[in-house]
């Protein structure tokens, strides 16, 4: 799309077995503009952090990108060389991974490990891109900064690592920075300040984001636009308020259905959507949602929906999109 600072087209990637291709990212197509939170959800093993390592080509055997492009400002990164991609990471796309104890050296300091992108990328000195460091690490709340950049990750919490792995993410000021459940091992009450700091650089610095999160209400706060993605495919695509007001895959009802409320009759029990996702190893023939779906109908088995416009701005993936309309 004209304008976007990252487009993606026909992502394909699948992941080698002796029984052959298994597709774990089918085909998806999508765009981010600058400055914009885009949001990816679903269950898990629905292919939404293998979308975020394959944007950064982190793939390792036996997971490769089949097929399709991804244009940063109208380059395809899956086109470029390794050196030239080293320059990319960390500096115009950055991630947070979902597992700090993993992402961090232990036998570096967490300063450093900040302080190391920083002099790679923006050239500056040891000593100025530490002082930059304990900046970054003040700015995601971490008590003490300056005497947390000499520890090493086996000293510091899970909580604690996680705000550092985001304030690393940040350190660049990058393009797009990819948050792959950037909250998940703080409290509340931190990640409410953490993702108000994302959203707050966002707007300030341009900065685009693709939040990936099973968190529906932190989609509803933050977000702009969500991917609701099922089976490695879209599902459903539309701004954040459209999509939660009026979903039109019965797979975004049921995801919002299963969300507790505070206006509901305490009585009243948490809906779910029975059944369980596709064996990605099996051949999927019709629509992939359909055996947990209870508007399936023949030719859900036989026919696969495209991801058809339904209303500005808003696509859907289904045969019946209509009748959810309806409010059947």
């Known amino acids: 799309m004209s304008g976007s600072l990252l ?12 029984q052959g291709e298994i597709p774990a990212v089918d085909g998806i197509s999508f765009h981010v503009k600058r400055g914009e939170i885009v949001s990816l959800v679903g269950e898990s093993g629905c292919g939404k952090s293998v979308t975020a390592f394959s944007l950064l080509r982190l793939l390792t055997p036996p997971g490769r990108i089949a097929a399709g492009e ?3 400002d ?6 470029l060389s ?3 991609m080293r320059k990319v990471r960390g500096n115009r796309i950055s991630m947070v991974f979902q597992e700090p104890t993993t992402a961090l050296n232990p036998v570096l300091t967490v300063g450093f490990q900040i302080a190391e992108a920083i002099m790679l990328h923006q050239g500056k000195r040891k000593k100025q891109a530490l002082a930059d460091a304990v900046e970054m690490m003040h700015l995601v709340s971490i008590p003490e900064p300056e005497l947390r950049s000499r520890e090493y990750p086996h000293q510091m919490s899970g909580g ?24 998940t091992a703080l409290d509340v009450t931190i990640q409410a300040q953490i993702l108000a700091l994302m959203k707050q650089l966002s707007r300030e610095y341009g900065v685009a984001m693709i939040l990936i999160t099973h968190n529906l209400g932190v989609v509803a706060r933050y977000a702009d636009r969500v991917q609701v993605m099922y089976a490695g495919r879209i ?3 539309g701004g954040a308020r459209q999509l939660y007001r009026r979903p039109r895959h019965p797979y975004t009802h049921g995801l919002l259905k299963s969300v507790p409320r505070l206006d509901a009759v305490r009585t009243e029990k948490l809906s779910s959507i029975e059944g369980q996702p596709p064996d990605p190893g099996s051949p999927l023939t019709g629509c992939p949602f359909r ?3 209870t508007f399936a109908t023949e030719r859900c088995a036989t026919e696969e929906p495209p991801l058809e416009r339904v209303a500005e701005g808003h696509w859907s993936a289904c045969w019946h999109h209509g009748r959810l309309a309806e409010g059947e």
């Open 70 to 72: 991804v244009l940063l």
């Open 160 to 183: 604690m690592l996680q705000r550092a792995m985001i304030a690393m993410a940040l350190s660049c000021k990058p393009d797009l920075l990819l948050a792959d459940e950037p909250t």
């Open 7 to 18: 487009e993606v087209r026909g992502l394909r990637t699948v992941f080698d077995t002796p």
């Open 235 to 237: 599902g459903e695509s």
């Open 82 to 84: 390794e050196a030239e």
């Open 74 to 79: 109208g380059v395809d990164l899956l086109q």
């Open 291 to 293: 055996p947990r779906c």
